[in-house]
């Protein structure tokens, strides 16, 4: 009973210890923006993101950090945030970019699959005619992925 109740012990300090980091990761990544000026933010997380070229237009003053959407899906009310948004009214392009921690990119894969189908829809529904995507930025090693 003892080993139980300390492999349990160890799970939920690790647990915890896992939504710490991805709640710091998060809150770092809400202050990181690309300006005309060169990018703004921590340095470390800049030192990494800046390699990918791609992340500055979705990082710059068209994109949002922290966006509350909701609406309804087949007859369900959803609210929900978003990490980012990027929206270029005169593209007509919708980018969601969803910042995620995991060490094991494939453990919730699925899970984080359905998150941004779920995104999806809600901004298809606000943003009719606009090219939407759906994207992964993966803090452990960031790399981005699209999704949708």
């Not at 991805?22 to 690309?34: A, K, L």
């Not at 060169?38 to 470390?44: E, L």
């Not at 009310?77 to 005169?90: A, E, G, K, M």
């Amino acid at each position: 009973m003892t080993n139980k109740i300390s492999d349990l012990m160890t799970k939920i300090a690790s647990s915890e210890y896992a939504t710490t980091i991805g709640r710091n990761m998060h809150i770092q990544m809400q202050r990181v923006f690309y300006t005309p000026n060169g990018w703004v933010g921590n340095k470390d997380l800049i030192n990494h993101i800046s390699h990918i070229p791609e992340l500055r237009e979705f990082m710059g003053e068209l994109s949002r950090t922290e966006v509350p959407v909701a609406g309804t899906i087949n007859g369900k009310f959803i609210s929900r945030r978003i990490d980012r948004l990027y929206v270029n009214y005169d593209t007509k392009k919708v980018v969601i970019l969803d910042y995620k921690t995991d060490m094991d990119k494939k453990l919730f894969f699925e899970k984080y699959r359905e998150q941004l189908k779920e995104y999806y829809e809600l901004l298809k529904q606000i943003y009719s005619g606009f090219d939407i995507e759906c994207k992964i930025l993966w803090l452990n090693d960031f790399t981005l992925e699209n999704i949708i």
